[in-house]
């Protein structure tokens, strides 16, 4: 579990908004409690591999993958928030078809892809954001990383 404060409370000027980071396998995530344009509140998740030419795979990528090829990336909340949606990409999918495979796998361009999930607080100080995901380039893919949480601290 990784867990780095790097601010908590409600987003003001005086006070930044909740966030927290992790690093694993390639990919850096760095997640932040924001107030949404609706009211509500929405978690910000930026996936970014630390290579160049290094893809995340889809988030509509399908559990076991594509004959057996590649892990969805996956954004869940438990704890101090309850999802309120589904997540939604910043970044349009593209296909990658790794060096020596048959398969198109859907990924996202090659570098950050930002998440959006709206979500709503349950009175807990602390939230718990677990993330799966995997990075493939065109000859080799990194290690996945599977249900990795990272704690929020949200008061």
């Known amino acids: ?18 966030g927290a980071r992790v690093t694993a396998n390639g990919v850096t995530v760095v ?31 399908p559990d076991g993958g594509i004959d057996g090829l590649g892990i969805p990336t996956r954004l869940s909340v438990r704890g101090g928030l309850t999802a309120e949606g589904r997540p939604t990409a910043d970044r349009t999918v593209v296909g990658l078809r790794p060096a020596g495979l048959p398969t198109e796998l859907p990924v996202y361009p090659d570098g950050p892809v930002t998440f959006t999930l709206p979500v709503r607080p349950t009175g807990s100080d602390e939230a718990d954001v677990v993330v799966s995901y995997g990075a493939c380039g065109a000859s080799r893919c990194l290690m996945p990383v599977t249900d990795e949480v990272i704690r929020l601290r949200l008061g």
Do not use: C, Q
Not at 1 to 18: I, K, Y
Not at 35 to 52: K, M
């Open 31 to 61: 997640v932040t409690l924001l107030p949404a344009a609706d009211g509500g509140r929405e978690l910000r998740a930026t996936f970014s591999p630390r290579r160049a030419g290094f893809h995340v795979y889809s988030i509509d990528l």
């Open 1 to 18: 579990m990784a867990t780095l404060l790097l601010g908590g409370g409600a987003a003001s000027p005086a006070r930044p908004a909740p």
